[in-house]
């Protein structure tokens, strides 16, 4: 088995978390490599930072959500692009890093099914609170028309902090510091994020708030009962179980094909055969029956048999 046949076999036999680091990946690379080929070919005098901000600006933009609503009306799949789409190296290592600590120990608790519908709403409420912001706050409108963001941090974030809310005295082991309880952690990045939106990185921040109060409402509604998750989960399972019918008629379809394929291969070597049939009898009208080679007695013979 080849390395990449065994990527295809972990994805598909790995959890949804896995599936999740796996597609951030495959785009985080698939992204920078396009960037390399433009570095290559690029002829317009930019490098370094430059460069890789006309990049972005130029291409990556199609994935990033904007801040302009008006914007986001030209490209509305951005609000989902933009929570798989990294850039920078160390952006998606922090991110996946804590991706993967919190998600297994969500599992823990949680089903497969709510880690990622968490993930997913928790970056559409990320990207919903940064859009508002944008155009609400005095201090931010005048950005609106140019800003946009990417990342998968504010579905990284829900994942963290729900899970945080629903076992807030889990203990993990932190390098250099010991073992720390997960309410004292969601404490730290959600007082954080509210220090750091005055920074040069205020969108990240707002979304990381709006995977909080995600996070923090489905919790509440999970106590009661209720999972804010699962209509999500239905429109998704729908989604799968329609793409696996049309899949299947696919290989239906496919196989009418072959069979029709193989009829008409049928005709043409039932065709040739009578003109073979033809043939040897115009010799033995001709020349008797003797006069047949033994290929052409059997082929007389086995012709014969199967009429």
């Not at 115009?282 to 009429?307: C, H, P, V, W």
């Amino acid at each position: 088995m080849s390395i990449w046949d065994e990527i295809k076999e972990s994805f598909k036999r790995g959890s949804i978390l896995t599936k999740l680091i796996y597609i951030n990946l495959g785009v985080f690379i698939a992204v920078n490599i396009a960037y390399v080929i433009f570095a290559l070919f690029f002829t317009q005098g930019f490098s370094g930072t430059g460069l890789r901000n006309y990049f972005l600006q130029k291409w990556v933009t199609y994935l990033m959500v904007p801040a302009s609503p008006e914007r986001l009306l030209f490209k509305p799949w951005t609000l989902f692009t933009y929570m798989f789409l990294h850039f920078h190296f160390l952006h998606i290592l922090f991110n996946l890093l804590w991706l993967y600590m919190f998600g297994r120990i969500f599992l823990q608790y949680l089903t497969e099914k709510q880690l990622f519908s968490t993930y997913i709403l928790g970056g559409l409420a990320g990207a919903f609170l940064y859009i508002l912001s944008y155009n609400l706050f005095p201090g931010l409108t005048p950005q609106s028309d140019v800003s946009e963001m990417l990342g998968a941090s504010a579905g990284v974030m829900a994942v963290a902090m729900l899970i945080s809310f629903y076992v807030p005295n889990y203990t993990v082991h932190l390098i250099f510091i010991g073992p720390v309880k997960l309410k004292y952690i969601a404490l730290f990045f959600i007082i954080t994020d509210i220090l750091q939106i005055a920074s040069y990185n205020a969108g990240g921040h707002i979304a990381h708030l709006g995977g909080v109060l995600y996070a923090y409402i489905y919790v509440l509604q999970l106590r009661k009962g209720k999972d804010m998750g699962q209509g999500f989960n239905r429109l998704m399972d729908s989604a799968a179980a329609f793409f696996s019918k049309r899949k299947r008629r696919m290989k239906v379809s496919y196989k009418k094909n072959a069979k029709q394929m193989t009829d008409m291969e049928y005709n043409r070597q039932k065709a040739a055969n009578q003109e073979e049939i033809d043939r040897i009898l115009d010799k033995i009208a001709q020349s008797g029956y003797d006069s047949l080679t033994k290929k052409e007695k059997e082929t007389l013979f086995k012709m014969s048999g199967r009429n």
